[in-house]
């Protein structure tokens, strides 16, 4: 999935300058169809562990199911 190499390259800070960009969602979200594999089926990756209290209602949820229930896309 080469278009997900750059942008996880860098400080926190650096990442989510990168992931604001329009183009880089948009380059990824297509590597998700032209390389699928177990890192993106969504339906199946879920989240583990919040990090943060706030964040704990969405422990064992799919991505799939966080991009519904925050309204946002699962890339």
């Known amino acids: 999935m080469p278009n997900w190499v750059q942008p996880l390259v860098g400080n926190a800070e650096e990442r989510a ?3 604001r ?3 880089v ?6 590597d998700t169809i ?3 594999n177990f890192r ?3 339906d ?3 989240v ?3 990090a943060f209290q706030r ?3 969405y422990e064992g949820v799919s991505i799939n199911q966080l991009a519904v229930m925050t309204g946002k896309e699962p890339v």
């Open 44 to 46: 199946r990756m879920r």
């Open 34 to 36: 032209d390389w699928p």
């Open 21 to 23: 960009e329009p183009s």
């Open 25 to 30: 969602r948009v380059a990824m979200k297509q």
């Open 48 to 50: 583990l562990e919040a």
């Open 55 to 57: 964040n704990e209602k």
């Open 17 to 19: 300058g990168k992931l």
């Open 40 to 42: 993106t089926d969504f």
